[in-house]
């Protein structure tokens, strides 16, 4: 039976205090243009949410019109985390995933605004490896120029 293991959202207030963007929007929140910006900021974040279980890692998206889309964990190959000082200081940060789904076909998936994503991003490091491990799952690296193979 699958466990679920956190599930999160981006945040609106830690990207507020935490990023040079959030920053200016608050700057401009005295001539009301940032209320807008923090608004549509606010709409975006709510209307995705994920949830992390031991299996895989599902996105829910929209408000109006929903979508659910998941990642199995043993099919991802890599996962990255950026932040900027500000980040750093109000622990947020993006997560980007690069896997053997659809999903990330034209690009990795970028989870953004994450708190605490540093601890998230170690979590499902160790969720993906006991997802390969426990389905028997080798990773193959071709490099196609030099004609080698490297198992993982």
């Not at 005295?30 to 279980?53: D, F, K, Q």
Request: net charge positive; with cysteine.
């Amino acid at each position: 039976m699958e466990k679920s293991i956190a599930k999160f959202r981006s945040s609106t207030s830690r990207w507020l205090v935490g990023s040079f963007a959030g920053l200016g929007t608050l700057v401009l929140c005295v001539v009301l243009v940032g209320l807008v910006i923090i608004a549509a900021r606010w709409l975006r974040n709510v209307a995705t949410s994920y949830e992390l279980t031991d299996q895989r890692l599902i996105i829910h998206s929209g408000i109006f019109n929903k979508r659910t889309d998941e990642i199995e964990l043993f099919r991802i190959k890599d996962v990255a985390i950026s932040y900027s000082l500000i980040n750093q200081w109000v622990d947020i940060g993006a997560i980007s995933i690069r896997s053997s789904d659809p999903t990330t076909a034209n690009g990795p998936l970028v989870l953004r605004d994450i708190p605490e994503a540093r601890a998230l991003r170690e979590q499902m490091r160790m969720l993906v490896n006991a997802a390969r491990q426990a389905r028997g799952v080798r990773e193959i690296d071709v490099d196609a120029e030099a004609g080698l193979i490297a198992g993982h």
